[in-house]
């Protein structure tokens, strides 16, 4: 049997310039969302990661869910797609990334208020549920804020979002 290829993550890192394509999940269960961090940092995120080459944003994130939760999912719509520009530590930041809705198809732990699950990438994880509103996901620091504010109103199809750190994101209908 051959080797299997090997795995490339599209990341580009020039510092101080960064260039990252990543697929994250909106996943809700009972008015909530799971959202993740590093343990390293302040702000919360999607659960996802970086796409691979040659795998496309609907493998990415059923792989990252496998990966991380340890469970299976389906995906029901794509929601997001985002060109990001940030800072990020030392790094002026570039991210484009698909945002699906997905359903986990196996149980996963559900509390309202603690940490449900923790995985090592690239250092600890850690996943717990937010209530699914602008205002508790603002006060939680969820990251990019677009999200935050239109999480209680989610597009009825696809949108395009370009966000400049500091500034208010433009839709493909601006």
Do not use: C
């Not at 930041?93 to 990438?121: C, K, S, T, W």
């Amino acid at each position: 049997m051959s080797d299997p290829q090997p795995r490339h993550m599209i990341r580009l890192d020039h510092k101080p310039q960064l260039f990252s394509f990543r697929v994250a999940a909106l996943i809700f269960h009972e008015g909530h969302l799971l959202v993740n961090r590093s343990v390293a940092d302040r702000y919360w995120a999607l659960p996802g990661g970086r796409a691979e080459i040659g795998e496309s944003t609907d493998e990415t994130i059923l792989r990252e869910i496998e990966e991380e939760l340890h469970v299976k999912a389906r995906i029901e719509r794509l929601v997001w797609s985002a060109e990001s520009f940030f800072t990020y530590g030392d790094y002026q930041a570039h991210e484009m990334a698909f945002y699906y809705q997905i359903r986990l198809e196996e149980a996963f732990p559900f509390h309202e208020n603690d940490i449900v699950h923790r995985v090592a990438d690239g250092g600890e994880v850690e996943f717990r549920w937010l209530p699914a509103t602008a205002k508790a996901l603002r006060e939680n620091d969820l990251r990019p804020i677009f999200i935050a504010d239109s999480i209680e109103a989610l597009p009825e199809r696809h949108r395009h979002v370009i966000v400049r750190e500091g500034n208010q994101p433009r839709t493909d209908n601006d």
